[in-house]
């Protein structure tokens, strides 16, 4: 039982770390502006559900393997997701993520803007940290249930706050530290993986 815990506030905590200053805050509050919040709520979280369905299916692939081997995967898929971080915290700032648009929801369907939200999110967060953290969580405490509600649950906070009060946090916050903090975790499991394979 404390090791489906340890998995599953590992994996909310880092994935929330990653997430709230990622594209995925940035993306949902763009989209709350120009849809209303419910169906841009809904059409998220079914996205991140099936991310986080195809990230633990990956990482309990993994978990088959010899054990080597999965900490090697390990190694290598935070490692990724290190440099995807550190890059984005050392990038310069876009123009289009400084201010989201004020020009208030459109008139749109329920149903069209949940499935255009659905289709930006899941596109945006395809091969993300987010989703490599999550196989890498997977396979590392072998417990793909405790993993994918913690990566969900994660991942649909984040999306919450964008909605309701993102535009104070992005104001308050500086998103390049924190991808940048977010990145050197995602080197140190990365390292502590890799001796795990060498030892």
């Avoid at 340890?6 to 709230?20: M, Q, R």
């Avoid at 993520?97 to 803007?113: C, I, K, T, Y």
């Avoid at 395809?126 to 913690?150: E, F, I, K, M, R």
Wanted: net charge positive; glycine share 8%; with cysteine.
């Amino acid at each position: 039982m404390a090791a489906t815990w340890l998995a599953f506030i590992s994996t909310f905590g880092l994935l929330l770390a990653v997430e709230l200053p990622d594209k995925t805050l940035v993306a949902t509050l763009v989209l709350t502006t120009r849809f209303p919040a419910a169906p841009v709520f809904l059409g998220v979280c079914v996205a991140f559900a099936v991310q986080s369905i195809v990230a633990v299916l990956f990482g309990s692939v993994l978990t088959v393997l010899p054990s080597a081997v999965v900490s090697l995967a390990a190694a290598l898929l935070f490692a990724l997701g290190a440099f995807l971080l550190l890059r984005e915290g050392f990038s310069p700032d876009e123009a289009g993520e400084q201010d989201a648009s004020r020009s208030g929801p459109n008139p749109v369907s329920f149903m069209r803007s949940a499935v255009t939200s659905f289709g930006v999110l899941f596109a945006a967060e395809w091969g993300d940290a987010s989703q490599l953290a999550t196989a890498a969580l997977a396979a590392h405490y072998g417990n793909p249930w405790a993993v994918g509600a913690g990566a969900f649950l994660a991942l649909t906070s984040v999306a919450g706050i964008a909605i309701f009060v993102g535009h104070k946090i992005r104001s308050r916050i500086r998103p390049k530290l924190i991808q940048r903090i977010a990145g050197c975790v995602f080197a140190a499991f990365a390292a502590i993986a890799l001796w795990q394979t060498l030892s």
